[in-house]
């Protein structure tokens, strides 16, 4: 049975991948829990809580049950935030899961996955289930003990789902303000 309000997530527009061998997208990975954490590499929040916090995420979840994807979303500082500083910013602080390039939208607006997802900025941490609907999205630093709890728990419903069909979906959305601040920047 499906709670109202569960969207099924849409497909990432992707430019260029790191750390993964062939692209991905959620009809890959239908079957896996995926944690979607979307960031830029000049903001402090991202830096500082967001993408630490994944990659714990990355390091502690089995790879079969939680499939982890970076989304490097630029919607400020363009000429800066390349593909190739990216790519030096991924190898100097040893970040090992897979991290997309969001599809600029070619008038430097909003990159498209961003805009399709609606994030109001980054970091934005997106939980998608086993099914693919978008079962929490938020905006700014999260705790690590509640993501985790989370993300377990969509765990524990695929695999209740594997052995008997019952899924139960909650959905959790937060708002915050505009600018910059040590937790996020906001469009």
Same mark, same amino acid.
């Given at each position: 049975m499906r709670a109202?309000?569960?969207? =099924?997530? =849409?497909e990432w527009q992707i430019s260029r991948w790191f750390n993964t061998p062939q692209p991905? !997208?959620?009809?890959?990975?239908? @079957?896996?829990?995926?944690v979607l954490h979307s960031? %830029?590499?000049?903001?402090? @929040?991202?830096?500082? $809580? @967001?993408?630490? %916090?994944?990659?714990?995420?990355?390091?502690?979840? &089995?790879e079969n049950d939680v499939a982890v994807i970076g989304l490097h979303t630029v919607f400020e500082h363009h000429n800066v935030m390349t593909p190739e500083a990216l790519e030096?910013?991924? $190898?100097?602080?040893?970040?090992?899961? =897979?991290?997309?390039? &969001?599809?600029? #939208?070619?008038? %430097?607006?909003?990159?498209?996955?961003m805009r399709t997802y609606n994030?109001?900025?980054?970091? !934005?941490?997106?939980?998608? &289930? $086993?099914? *693919?609907?978008?079962?929490?999205? !938020?905006? @700014?630093? #999260?705790?690590?003990?509640?993501?985790g709890a989370e993300i377990a728990?969509?765990? $524990?419903?695929a695999k209740v789902d594997k052995q008997s069909g019952n899924v139960t979906h909650s959905v959790s959305e937060e708002n915050s303000h505009k *600018?910059? &601040?040590e937790d996020k920047c906001s469009i």
């Open positions: 109202t309000g569960i969207l =099924p997530a =849409p991905l !997208s959620i009809a890959v990975l239908k @079957g896996k829990v995926i960031f %830029q590499m000049l903001c402090p @929040g991202c830096v500082i $809580h @967001g993408l630490p %916090q994944t990659q714990k995420i990355a390091n502690l979840f &089995d030096a910013f991924i $190898h100097e602080y040893r970040y090992t899961f =897979p991290i997309g390039v &969001d599809q600029p #939208d070619g008038k %430097q607006g909003l990159p498209y996955t994030m109001q900025g980054t970091p !934005s941490l997106v939980l998608i &289930d $086993h099914q *693919g609907y978008i079962r929490k999205h !938020s905006f @700014g630093r #999260d705790e690590d003990m509640q993501v728990l969509l765990v $524990h419903e *600018g910059c &601040d």
